[in-house]
């Protein structure tokens, strides 16, 4: 069982665990891990695969505080997905914007619905950039980038004129090109935007992951 600080918010009192299975004694071997931590509560992740998790958590006294739609696209299955509207390049060839990724995703990621007061330090670049990163670019300057199966962020003043669009196009468009069978996401359900796109591009719905927050056993 992993119980750890929650990552880019170490500084609330919980830690975070997931949970495919529980009962009372899974419960309070997290609690005493999370204890010896420093926490007084916990933030546990469980899915709609396994419903009686989150039951038996909202017996004692644990609330939902976030939710995220995770889908899959069958690339063979899905339609060309058309030119982007912006310039995509892939951070492989363009190292050098590193930082320009570094600078969006420190905003990007608490404006995320229920992770505001995230914080993102340097140890970002060693995970932050998990596989193939596809970056928009105008006039030299960066507007957003996606990672393959992983995050999507878009620069505060560019949101909006269809940059996320460009991105997953750019990346369903690769994968196509490059043999992956299916590409997955996972959107919080507050971000109705993006959960249209990727409609819109192919993606089904699998399952949802649910987070909740409760006191220590």
Do not use: C
Not at 87 to 92: A, G, Q, W, Y
Not at 112 to 129: H, K, M, S, V, Y
Not at 139 to 160: I, Q, S, T, W
Not at 175 to 189: C, D, I, Q, Y
């Amino acid at each position: 069982m992993d119980v750890k600080p929650i990552p880019g918010l170490e500084h609330l009192p919980y830690a975070e665990v997931w949970f495919h299975e529980i009962d009372d004694t899974r419960l309070q071997e997290a609690s005493t891990a999370a204890r010896r931590l420093g926490k007084t509560g916990l933030e546990a992740w469980t899915t709609t695969r396994t419903p009686a998790v989150a039951e038996f958590l909202a017996g004692r006294g644990f609330g939902e505080v976030r939710r995220y739609v995770v889908s899959e696209l069958d690339v063979a299955a899905a339609p060309d997905p058309g030119d982007p509207a912006f310039e995509i390049v892939l951070l492989s060839d363009r190292p050098d914007l590193r930082g320009s990724l570094y600078a969006i995703a420190r905003v990007a990621y608490p404006d995320q619905p229920g992770r505001a007061g995230t914080r993102i330090d340097e140890t970002w670049f060693q995970w932050g950039l998990p596989g193939p990163a596809f970056v928009a670019v105008e006039e030299g300057n960066v507007l957003g980038y996606g990672v393959l199966e992983g995050f999507l962020a878009v620069a505060r003043e560019a949101r909006g004129r269809g940059v996320a669009g460009a991105i997953k196009r750019a990346e369903i468009a690769w994968a196509k090109a490059n043999g992956p069978t299916s590409l997955t996401t996972a959107n919080e359900v507050r971000l109705e935007g993006m959960l249209e796109l990727n409609r819109r591009l192919g993606y089904r719905p699998l399952y949802e992951e649910i987070v909740l927050r409760g006191p220590l056993a």
